[in-house]
């Protein structure tokens, strides 16, 4: 899967990466290198949360199995 990131500095030097099309997915890094490593830890954080949040959401059907499936 693939996302853009936008990446700025921040006041206190650091960088801040960001998703736009993962509304509050953030993270930061002392260089890019970082910044990168964290938002790619932050977008499968995210993803995890969302899938989560839906799962639970939803009603439970008699009989049916739920199977994870990797990406």
């Known amino acids: 899967m693939l996302f853009h990131v936008t990446i700025e500095k921040a006041e206190d030097g650091w960088l801040v990466a960001e998703v736009p099309a993962l509304p509050g997915c953030v993270s930061q890094g002392r260089d890019e290198k970082e910044a990168l490593d964290n938002i790619r830890e932050a977008i499968t ?4 949360a969302e899938d989560q949040k839906a799962f639970s959401a939803r009603p439970a059907k008699p009989g049916a199995q739920p199977i994870v499936v990797a990406v």
């Not at 954080?45 to 995890?48: E, H, I, R, S, V």
């Open 45 to 48: 954080a995210w993803l995890w």
